[in-house]
């Protein structure tokens, strides 16, 4: 469903007034919607179910940019982008996955700034937080792919901040987390 939403407000906004009322309506109560499971996401106390909620709302949550985009809602699109630069480091699991989800939503010919570069350089700002402040000790046969990953990940982004497309971005960071460790490259 969330795939078909900046279709849907494109070709209601196309129409006429009615229409275009009609799609302000419904990106307002995608919003809504989404805005609230990500709140209850963030709120939970266990951190691989809050990675997990949110990793999983980043498909609408680009929906809802590109469909913002489509009908030329820059309100909506400064709220989201307000919204997510105001949280904790937890939503940058929303917002890798939301980058992710650009690249696919990208095929149907959707602008290429939808909000996707604001999200990109607020990712790349909280990577760089992250690697900055001191690791924990790794335990015995742990892996030092997270931290790998993450500092590759926040170079490819800031290769792209100069108004990325979604695609670009979501190549990058795939790219960019391949290399740094193999591992990243498993399916989940």
């Known amino acids: 469903m969330a795939d078909q939403l900046p279709g849907l407000c494109a070709g209601l906004h196309a129409g006429h007034s009615v229409g275009a009322v009609a799609?302000?309506?419904l990106l307002g109560l995608a919003w809504e919607w989404i805005g609230q499971d990500i709140e209850t996401a963030l709120v939970s106390s266990?951190?691989?179910?809050?990675d997990e909620e949110l990793t999983g709302l980043g498909k609408p949550l680009a929906s809802v940019l590109t469909a913002a985009a489509a009908i030329g809602a820059g309100s909506t699109?400064?709220?989201v982008s307000l919204y997510i630069r105001q949280q904790e480091d937890a939503v940058t699991a929303l917002e890798m996955s939301a980058l992710r989800a650009a690249a696919e939503?990208?095929?149907d010919g959707t602008p290429a700034d939808a909000g996707f570069g604001g999200l990109?350089?607020?990712?790349?700002a909280r990577l760089r937080a992250r690697l900055a402040h001191p690791q924990r000790a790794p335990a015995t046969g742990q892996s030092d792919c997270p931290r790998a990953v993450a500092r590759a990940t926040c170079?490819?982004?800031s290769a792209?901040?100069?108004r990325p497309g979604p695609a670009d971005i979501g190549v990058a960071a795939r790219q960019a987390a391949q290399a740094a460790c193999p591992l990243s490259d498993r399916r989940r």
């Open 23 to 25: 799609a302000q309506r």
């Open 155 to 157: 170079a490819a982004l």
């Open 160 to 162: 792209c901040s100069g």
């Open 46 to 50: 266990r951190p691989s179910y809050r």
């Open 77 to 79: 699109l400064d709220t």
């Open 105 to 107: 939503l990208r095929r």
């Open 120 to 124: 990109a350089v607020d990712c790349a």
